[in-house]
């Protein structure tokens, strides 16, 4: 569910309002990491929601990274 309103934000606030970025990758990649910066998001503490926020970024970069990658390849 967090990805998926993660993606409804990004399309809705104009970060990425075509839904080309696909931050998945990145977090799929970092599976252990994601899963334990969403248990500090869960702890609501100062730390563990800092953890979140950075991760959240990085999914961010590294999907937009992933993204235009596509888009070169799928030019030629």
Request: proline share 4%; hydrophobic share 45%.
């Amino acid at each position: 569910m967090a990805r998926a309103v993660s993606r409804l934000v990004t399309i809705a606030s104009g970060l990425d309002p075509h839904g080309l970025g696909v931050p998945e990758v990145h977090w799929m990649r970092k599976s252990g990491e994601y899963r334990a910066a969403a248990r500090g998001f869960a702890s609501g503490t100062p730390d563990g929601l800092t953890a979140w926020l950075l991760l959240s970024s990085e999914g961010l970069k590294g999907g937009a990274r992933e993204a235009l990658q596509i888009a070169q390849s799928a030019a030629g």
